[in-house]
């Protein structure tokens, strides 16, 4: 979707680093979401925010802590990256009561 | 529990073979039921979201209804170019735009 901009869109890194992955958009909405995809599990949320500094846990939140200083991004980080965080993550902002729309995805693999 | 099922997991249909995907929900009050197509290596693609039972959406070839426990995904005359993986979510009333997913159905149109 135009509307919003995931980087990086690749990523492998080693086991133990801190990881940052950076959603944009551009359309000004109040809700942001960061799920992650596995095979097997479908797509799970992470931790969502409704507004600037206001972020909460979605079902997966272990191991991951969210920012948001400004309304455009949020910022998913694992602190300590370990292998069972290899996925495939994913931003979405909602437009609307309920409709959310999701980015093209971040690919990431932790060695 | 709020819970998603659909089926089933994998479809192989021939073009112009029409067929249904299922999707069964269990929700604590139902706010929306929604219908993502996903191509590989790319994000959810909003379809549709129906909020009550008896509501239909067409869209081209796809048209989705929706029952009190499930939701069909009716594909007329498919085309190969509709080979793609639909999920399935749900919201529950409540929830701050917290989307339960499904774990897919992998559609596959043969010419």
């Known amino acids: 979707d135009a509307g919003i901009t995931q980087s990086p869109r690749h990523k492998v890194t080693e086991t133990g680093t801190p990881v940052t992955l950076r959603c944009h958009q551009t359309?000004?909405?109040?809700?942001m979401y960061w799920y992650r995809q596995d095979p097997g599990h479908g797509l799970r949320l992470i931790h969502y925010s409704y507004g600037v500094k206001d972020t909460d846990k979605g079902e997966v939140s272990d191991g991951y802590s969210v920012s948001r200083s400004k309304t455009e991004d949020f910022l998913l980080t694992l602190e300590s990256a370990t292998s069972s965080q290899t996925s495939v993550y994913f931003c979405a902002i909602q437009r609307g009561d309920t409709e959310a729309f999701f980015g093209q995805g971040t690919r990431l693999t932790v060695v | 529990e709020d819970q998603v099922t659909q089926s089933p997991e994998a479809l192989r249909l021939q073009e112009g073979e029409s067929s249904s995907l299922n999707c069964s929900y269990t929700?604590?009050?139902?706010?929306?039921l929604f219908w993502y197509r996903q191509d590989p290596g790319k994000g959810p693609e909003f379809l549709f979201t129906?909020?009550?039972a008896g509501e239909e959406k067409e869209k081209e070839r796809l048209k989705a209804t929706l029952t009190k426990k499930e939701s069909f995904l009716h594909i007329t005359a498919p085309k190969p170019e509709d080979s793609a993986t639909y999920l399935c979510a749900v919201q529950a009333g409540g929830s701050q735009g917290n989307l339960i997913f499904g774990k897919g159905t992998k559609l596959s149109v043969k010419p």
């Open positions: 929700v604590s009050g139902l706010r929306g």
């Open positions: 359309e000004n909405h109040r809700y």
């Open positions: 129906l909020y009550s």
